[in-house]
T-cell receptor, first 114, second 116 residues
Framework: EPEVTQTPSHQVTQMGQEVILRCVPISNHLYFYWYRQILGQKVEFLVSFYNNEISEKSEIFDDQFSVERPDGSNFTLKIRSTKLEDSAMYFC????????????FGPGTRLTVL | AQSVTQPDIHITVSEGASLELRCNYSYGATPYLFWYVQSPGQGLQLLLKYFSGDTLVQGIKGFEAEFKRSQSSFNLRKPSVHWSDAAEYFCAVVPHGSSNTGKLIFGQGTTLQVKP
C-alpha cells in the first residue's frame, strides 16, 4: 500500500541553523500539506501546496518557513533560522483527487532545537 | 471562535468494553468531519469521515461515528475495545467556505489506554 515517507525521523539542530525536512508524498497525489505538533499540544496546520504554489498558510508559517517541490517527488519544508519554539513533530500529508479531503500522513519528523 | 473540542484528554477502558470518544465543533456551517488515530511512532491514520448523508458512518478497525447536528458533535464509538486500540485519537474538521483548501483543524486529542 502506498504511503507517505518522511526523513529524517529525528533532527537535532542548534538555534539559528537552517533545517530542511523532507517528505515523499504518494506518487499520484496533487495536494500537499505540512502540520506540526508541539509536545502536549494539538496538531496545527502550517501550509497547503497545490500546483507548485502555496494554497494557504497559517500565521505560524512566517518568512522563516518555505516549502518546495523540487523534483516532482519530494516535498520539503525549510526553516531558515530555527528558534527554540520550533521544536515539534512535523507531519507531511498528501491528498489525491478522488475522495477529496482524505489526507494521508507520514510518520513525522521530530525536530529538536537546542 | 471556530474550534474543535475533545473534552476527554485521557480515557481508560477495559479490553472488551465499549468506547465512546467525544468531539464537538464550533462552526457556522457543518464542516467535513474526521477521526484520525495515531499509534506511538506512527503517522496519523484516517479512521472515518463524514461529508453528508447518513449520520452514522462506519470506519476501519470496527469504529463508527455519529454526526449530531443539534449537538454539533461527532462522537467516535466502538462496541468492544481491543488492546491494540490503545493510541491517541484526534477529531478533525475541514471548514466549509470559499477559502477551503483542505486544511484540517484538529482537536486536542484523546489518549486511550486499554486495561487487560
Amino acid at each position: 500500500e502506498p504511503e507517505v515517507t518522511q526523513t529524517p525521523s529525528h533532527q537535532v539542530t542548534q538555534m539559528g541553523q537552517e533545517v530542511i525536512l523532507r517528505c515523499v508524498p504518494i506518487s499520484n497525489h496533487l495536494y500537499f500539506y505540512w502540520y506540526r505538533q508541539i509536545l502536549g499540544q494539538k496538531v496545527e496546520f502550517l501550509v497547503s501546496f497545490y500546483n507548485n504554489e502555496i494554497s494557504e498558510k497559517s500565521e505560524i508559517f512566517d518568512d522563516q518557513f518555505s516549502v518546495e517541490r523540487p523534483d516532482g517527488s519530494n516535498f520539503t519544508l525549510k526553516i531558515r533560522s530555527t528558534k527554540l519554539e520550533d521544536s515539534a513533530m512535523y507531519f507531511c500529508a498528501s491528498e489525491g483527487t478522488s475522495g477529496r479531503n482524505e489526507q494521508f500522513f507520514g510518520p513525522g519528523t521530530r525536530l529538536t532545537v537546542l | 471562535a471556530q474550534s474543535v473540542t475533545q473534552p476527554d484528554i485521557h480515557i481508560t477502558v477495559s479490553e472488551g468494553a465499549s468506547l465512546e470518544l467525544r468531539c464537538n465543533y464550533s462552526y457556522g456551517a457543518t464542516p467535513y468531519l474526521f477521526w484520525y488515530v495515531q499509534s506511538p511512532g506512527q503517522g496519523l491514520q484516517l479512521l472515518l469521515k463524514y461529508f453528508s448523508g447518513d449520520t452514522l458512518v462506519q470506519g476501519i478497525k470496527g469504529f463508527e461515528a455519529e454526526f449530531k447536528r443539534s449537538q454539533s458533535s461527532f462522537n467516535l464509538r466502538k462496541p468492544s475495545v481491543h488492546w491494540s486500540d490503545a493510541a491517541e485519537y484526534f477529531c478533525a474538521v475541514v471548514p466549509h467556505g470559499s477559502s477551503n483548501t483542505g486544511k484540517l483543524i484538529f482537536g486536542q486529542g484523546t489518549t486511550l489506554q486499554v486495561k487487560p
